[in-house]
């Protein structure tokens, strides 16, 4: 609940950015005691949930990173969360996540503080461009399985350098 006195015109320009005329005219029609008067409000983003109810990754090297990946929910549709304005999926028995980084058009499987931060860092990352969907991503993952990634799932030395070639995952 809004407690004001005045003329109105001080409330609104504070709460919506509305034109002077439009501020003015709603002011005058307040003044004169007329609470019928429409008063326009701004548009309110709602972060609506995208993509499928779940995601299942299958095959690859890290199988730690497998299963199932629910899209996360908030109490309300405004607070769902997102990254790059894509719904962030949790997997059901575990602290990984799916989810599109922002600034970037590739999906990732990451840990919660890759989520939280929505960074293009983690241990399954898509390359190429399948911002709308990780389903098209066939055949174009690479996994954090290099002679330069070891501690995170064991020595896999699967190539040199971080990221190797991880054509079997798939999510569907």
Known sequence: MVCWAGTGTELLTELSPLSAVAASTVAAA???GDRSVPVPVQHTMKTAPTGND???ISGGSIRDVRGQYDRM???HTSSNPTCNNKSIYKK???DYYLFLPDGHSD???GTTADMNACRSTGYLNMKGNCASDPTGCVGRWVAATGTEATGRFGD???C???WCDDPNVRVH
């Open 30 to 32: 307040l003044k004169r």
């Open 54 to 56: 779940h995601y299942t």
């Open 73 to 75: 929910a908030g109490a």
């Open 92 to 94: 059901s028995d575990g």
């Open 107 to 109: 999906w990732v499987v």
């Open 156 to 158: 896999y030395n699967d």
């Open 160 to 162: 040199e350098g971080t």
